[in-house]
């Protein structure tokens, strides 16, 4: 079963004050690890995707990198517009049934507080 | 702008009371998925259409069905809410393995 943990559960930074979240995870042949932001009352938007151990991604002040058992969510001189939750998610090989459509298991979010 | 679409965004119904939620998207994709996602709980999914392809998760509860009725549409049945059932529930849409899903900004459920 595919299983995914993010570390901190909240995390309260300063305007400017570097930091990154972290997301372990075990699945069955990874297809992609996939990162969102969520905020209140709205639906997940996803930020990226990444794929095999060593892979980048940056936008902005985000970037994501990846290695065989974890990923991390660097923020660079975060500012109060990106306090929202990160989710992590997984997908695998083999879905529920035998069959894979692209199934994710998400992580419990790591809750970002940036204050000015 | 291509995107996923719920309605209504808050919904309140009596226990028991059938209820149905409505997604639907412009991005042409062939998958749609349903999930349930409690207070400070991460998503979980409850069933997925590959094109007509019904496919159910084992824990997912037999008061919950789907239909989808063309490419665009799905729905979210819940048969008989309990007040467990209180939760977002979100609609996402993809292309299957590798791709990212794309989300919908979710319904409200409320239980009274």
């Known amino acids: 079963e595919d299983q995914v943990t993010q570390s901190p559960e909240a995390l309260r930074l300063q305007e400017g004050e570097s930091s990154s979240l972290n997301c372990s995870y075990t699945?069955?042949?990874?297809?992609?690890l996939f990162w969102y932001r969520q905020d209140p009352g709205k639906g997940p938007e996803f930020l990226f995707t990444?794929?095999?151990a060593g892979e980048e991604k940056e936008k902005e002040r985000l970037k994501a990198t990846l290695t065989k058992k974890e990923s991390f969510l660097h923020i660079t001189a975060p500012k109060p517009e990106d306090s929202a939750t990160y989710l992590c998610?997984?997908?695998?090989?083999?879905?529920?049934?035998?069959?894979?459509?692209?199934?994710?298991?998400f992580g419990q979010g790591t809750i970002l507080t940036v204050h000015p | 702008d291509a995107m996923v679409i719920q309605n209504p965004r808050y919904q309140v119904t009596q226990f028991g009371k059938p209820v149905t939620l409505s997604c639907s998207q412009t991005?042409?994709?062939?998958?749609m998925y349903w999930y349930q996602q409690k207070s400070s709980q991460a998503p979980k999914l409850l069933f997925h259409?590959?094109?007509?392809?019904?496919?159910n998760e084992a824990d997912t509860p037999d008061n919950f069905q789907s239909r989808r009725p063309n490419t665009s549409f799905c729905f979210l049945d819940i048969r008989s809410p309990g007040l467990g059932d209180a939760a977002m529930y979100l609609c996402?849409?993809?292309?299957?393995?590798?791709?990212?899903?794309?989300f919908g900004d979710g319904t409200r459920l409320s239980i009274l």
């Open positions: 990444l794929y095999s």
């Open positions: 998610a997984v997908q695998g090989m083999i879905g529920a049934g035998g069959t894979s459509y692209g199934k994710l298991t």
């Open positions: 699945v069955s042949g990874l297809r992609g």
């Open positions: 259409y590959y094109d007509k392809d019904f496919n």
């Open positions: 991005l042409n994709h062939n998958v």
């Open positions: 996402a849409t993809g292309d299957g393995v590798g791709q990212p899903q794309h």
